[in-house]
């Protein structure tokens, strides 16, 4: 990993790549990785689900390092929780929203996690730039900490 590592920093030397970052890492790997990377890593992108406990060390990790952490799979992995918790979906409905994108606006309401859509439908892409483009234009869906604190637990995530 180091060796493709570095080869990735003179890329960054020679102005090819402006930024490097790491995807499927556990704790050890990307913490392993910053501490030796010359050019630290800006992003980390992992699968984000309750069966990593959401990654929260990992997440800790890139939010004191301000590093982006990317979720992907976020829907699929989560698909349970947002189509059968009531809590969720009452929340959802009191925003006219699905509770796919309230997912996605309580990851980027985080202020720290950019979710990483895989859909291939038009109608999920343009749901999903929406949310974005609401969010970006100052809409609020959770109103404190408390209340992002609160959906955690309902989809079972053990820490913001």
Not at 4 to 33: I, P, Y
Not at 71 to 92: G, V
Not at 94 to 100: D, I, T, V
Request: some cysteine.
């Amino acid at each position: 990993t180091m060796a493709v590592w570095r080869v990735m920093e003179s890329f960054v030397d020679d102005g090819k790549v402006k930024r490097l970052g790491m995807s499927n890492a556990n704790h050890l790997q990307f913490t392993t990785l910053y501490q030796e990377a010359r050019i630290k890593p800006s992003v980390l992108q992992n699968r984000f689900h309750a069966e990593t406990r959401f990654d929260t060390k990992l997440r800790h990790f890139c939010q004191d390092h301000d590093i982006w952490y990317q979720s992907f799979w976020t829907l699929t992995a989560n698909s349970h929780e947002l189509q059968h918790n009531p809590h969720i979906r009452q929340l959802a409905e009191r925003h006219n929203l699905s509770p796919q994108t309230l997912m996605f606006a309580f990851l980027m309401s985080t202020g720290y996690i950019t979710p990483l859509s895989g859909t291939t439908s038009k109608r999920h892409m343009a749901e999903d730039v929406a949310i974005m483009e609401r969010i970006q234009g100052g809409e609020v869906f959770f109103h404190s900490q408390e209340e992002l604190r609160q959906f955690s637990e309902h989809l079972g995530m053990p820490d913001l």
